[in-house]
């Protein structure tokens, strides 16, 4: 009698759970307005497009050789809008507010140096990047290089106050960038151009150079200005291969650049 009475139980409660609604649900449908697909898909392109340089500028996204083609309006509305502008002008404040803190500290030593990158740090490549598809185009060197023989790019105004709030505080400017020994006199020619000057040095790729990755080249070359006693307070770059590899410097700032990639 027992034994039916829990079969009878058994029974009702199972009955009970074939007709209750399921606490957990598999949602299937997807919000109106949103887009579906994989790889972000879900998401509008503007919502997708803010996460992808959020990956991109942290390094969270690894080696990558063109901007989405969704996010092409995305990438040329924040370009030529105030947020580039803004994002450049609040990493150039934390610079300075860490570089006087470490020269009042006493931690500056007998050659305190700054390093700064030259495209995307300094100089801003805007105007050519908007006629070759702001990173979406595959990357034409032979162009690139009849651009910088123009030697028109504009200085990143942030960078440019930065630069000479800098050199008011004794601290020595060193620029270390990527490109190679014969675009030497377009390279000073433009940044003078822009209103940069009194730097301490420009070092460019020279042939032995050729062919190493940018964090190694830069990895070197910061070894040997310690070598020369320079204590290199700030190191300043649009790419992490800027600022990556040893010897680095006290603090490295990283600029907002998501129109390309450099290893």
Known sequence: MRCLLLLLLLLVVA????????????????????????GGGEYS???????WRLSVET????????????CLEFVRAYMEGERYASDSAVAAADSLAFAARALSSGG??????WVFDVDETLLTNAPYYAVNGWGSLEFNETSFDEWVDVAKA????ASLKLYNELQGLGIHIIL????????????????????YHSWEKLILRQSPDIGKTAVQYKSERRAALEAEGFKILGNSGDQW???????MATRSFKLPNPMYFIS
């Open 15 to 38: 009955l009970l759970a074939a007709d209750a609604e399921p606490v957990l649900r598999t949602v299937t449908g997807v919000p109106t307005g949103v887009s579906s697909g994989g």
């Open 45 to 51: 392109d503007e919502l997708y497009c803010d996460g």
């Open 59 to 70: 390094g969270n996204a690894g080696p990558w050789t063109a901007i989405p083609p969704r």
């Open 108 to 113: 500056g030593g007998a050659r305190p140096a």
């Open 154 to 157: 504009p200085a990143l105004p």
């Open 176 to 195: 270390l960038t990527g490109r190679s020994e014969f675009q030497r006199n377009a390279t000073q020619v433009n940044l003078l151009f822009a209103g």
């Open 241 to 247: 291969s800027d600022l990556l590899g040893l010897p």
